[in-house]
């Protein structure tokens, strides 16, 4: 039986005593999310609140299905209990009038998974709500910025709580959560309302008085002699087996040690394991690909032949992510296997296969297309280039620039495109060769007319130039320029100007209405012929001595 033991010097057999319950759920590792520091603390409550008579339900970092296990057992000791005590501490969620404590395993929880990831904080509430004035909820809060719930329309931390009147909730810090836990909560028969008002720390809500006292005096509770514990041997023994169990990785050999070891070290993860490889589908296949130990190498080959299969990997990086393992998926389920996403050996050999199959018929096919491509190639050629032509040689480079004849057109090209200008330095130069002859203007200006680039064209005009009489000033050229600009010859009336320069026996040319060079050397030979300054441009006296009569002019005087 149990006996509390008074501060005053009165011992009072108590021979019914209802047991208090505790509730110490400390999350500090997260499988998947950050860790909360020193958000376990609050488990070091357990000693002192069982030594004041508390029936605890303890968990450090517990998954789902173990924490839920502990608040369904709070909630069934809490009628039968005075005082009440519920410490939580780790990564919060709300969605602004619900909350919750995350389980260890929980990861990236939204509106339709966080029951399945963690505790209602509600849920908590309601329990403690039986007990008025005796009922405590101590939350560490992780810091909200450590936790990213994109868009599931959560949000870090806690929403606002409905509170049941009597009840005491005290928010802070995980650290200093564990803190009040050992110095403050757990202390026997303390005045403790004032404390904890006076602490900074803390965010007080609900019930509390200045003069409030929680707990009891320290209660000894008569229990059987308990068992020695294990010797080293035994507890070297239970680490030998625990270390084959871990090997095997089955839900045989996780029992075997269950039943070898109901107490032991290991037994809550044993039977995490045990639900992990019942809840896992292919479980079995995804060991036997394992046990392959596929190189990144290897599966990048795998990747590369389900590609050539038209199953598409969405890339080829050695890592079987979603989009491989739907690739595998879709094959098995093409070629009868089961649609486990895993690969045996059997299966990636005759991935093999069919891949090399399918790499033969794609160069089989290619063959036969380069064959196809070359015979069309040889008769095009024969059609144009095989002829010995220009045009022939351009129309088969037009149509296969890289073809197999390209080389042999471009080179003959090139050869005809010398000949051609080895010709025309040929005529060049014979066409000088006669200027030079005659050695007279007309005969350099002739020389101009037919070769404007040619390359002796800089020495013909220098030429003409010395023989053309007395030399021409700038002014006067311009002057002569302006008085042509005023006769406004263009078209048909310089059509006309030409036709009568060469009535007069000179060369102005082609009859095309353009005043070219040609032309200007023709205006010059009549001008130098006339006692005119040769400008080469239409001024007046030489408009009056060549056109008049001829086009209407009007000329200013």
Request: charged share 25%; net charge negative.
């Amino acid at each position: 039986m149990r006996h509390l033991l008074l501060t005053t010097a009165l011992l009072l057999p108590l021979p019914v005593w209802a047991q208090d319950a505790a509730l110490l759920l400390g999350q500090e590792r997260y499988e998947q999310l950050d860790r909360v520091r020193n958000a376990d603390d609050v488990l070091d409550g357990q000693d002192p609140l069982e030594s004041l008579g508390f029936e605890v339900f303890a968990r450090a970092n517990g998954r789902s299905d173990a924490l839920r296990d502990l608040a369904a057992s709070f909630q069934a000791q809490a009628p039968e209990a005075d005082r009440l005590l519920v410490a939580l501490s780790g990564h919060f969620v709300t969605d602004g009038t619900r909350s919750w404590l995350l389980s260890a395993e929980a990861e990236a929880p939204d509106l339709f998974t966080v029951d399945q990831m963690g505790v209602s904080v509600d849920s908590l509430l309601a329990v403690l709500g039986s007990k008025q004035g005796q009922a405590v909820l101590l939350l560490g809060q992780a810091d909200p910025d450590d936790l990213d719930l994109a868009d599931s329309r959560l949000r870090a931390g806690l929403g606002a709580l409905d509170i049941p009147q009597g009840v005491t909730v005290v928010k802070t810090r995980p650290a200093v959560a564990g803190r009040q836990m050992v110095n403050i909560l757990t202390l026997p028969e303390a005045v403790i309302g004032q404390r904890m008002l006076n602490n900074s720390n803390l965010t007080i809500e609900g019930f509390i008085t200045p003069d409030w006292v929680l707990m009891p005096g320290e209660v000894v509770i008569d229990t059987p002699v308990r068992p020695a514990p294990p010797s080293e041997d035994d507890l070297n023994a239970e680490a030998v087996l625990w270390d084959r169990t871990t090997a095997a990785d089955t839900v045989e050999a996780y029992r075997t040690y269950i039943a070898r070891y109901p107490q032991g070290r290991f037994i809550n993860d044993a039977e995490a394991h045990i639900r992990a490889i019942l809840a896992e589908p292919n479980r079995t296949a995804r060991l036997t690909e394992e046990a392959l130990n596929l190189t990144r190498a290897m599966r990048r080959d795998i990747q590369s032949n389900l590609t050539l299969l038209d199953y598409n990997t969405r890339g080829v990086d050695g890592i079987f992510g979603p989009g491989s393992r739907g690739a595998i998926t879709n094959w098995q389920q093409s070629n009868g296997f089961p649609q486990t996403s895993y690969l045996d050996r059997d299966q990636i050999n005759l991935i093999d296969a069919q891949a090399a199959r399918r790499q033969a018929e794609i160069e089989a096919e290619e063959a036969r297309e380069r064959a196809a491509a070359e015979a069309r190639d040889r008769a095009y050629w024969a059609e144009t280039g095989a002829r010995g032509d220009e045009p022939g040689f351009r129309a088969y480079l037009d149509r296969y620039p890289n073809g197999q004849f390209a080389d042999i057109a471009t080179e003959r090209l090139r050869g005809i495109e010398d000949a051609r200008r080895s010709q025309a330095e040929a005529d060049d130069r014979a066409a000088w060769s006669i200027a030079q002859s005659d050695n007279t203007v007309e005969a350099y200006r002739e020389y101009l007319a037919a070769y404007p680039n040619g390359v002796f064209a800089a020495e013909a005009r220098t030429r003409v130039e010395q023989r053309s009489g007395p030399n021409v000033t700038r002014a006067q050229r311009e002057q002569a320029r302006s008085e042509e600009a005023g006769l406004r010859l263009s078209g048909v009336r310089a059509q006309l100007l030409e036709l009568r320069l060469r009535d007069l026996g000179l060369n102005p040319g082609r009859l095309d209405g353009v005043i070219d060079d040609q032309t200007r050397s023709a205006i010059a030979a009549y001008q130098e012929a006339e006692g005119i300054v040769p400008t080469g441009f239409v001024d007046r006296r030489t408009a009056i001595g060549l056109i008049s009569g001829s086009i209407n002019i009007t000329i200013d005087n």
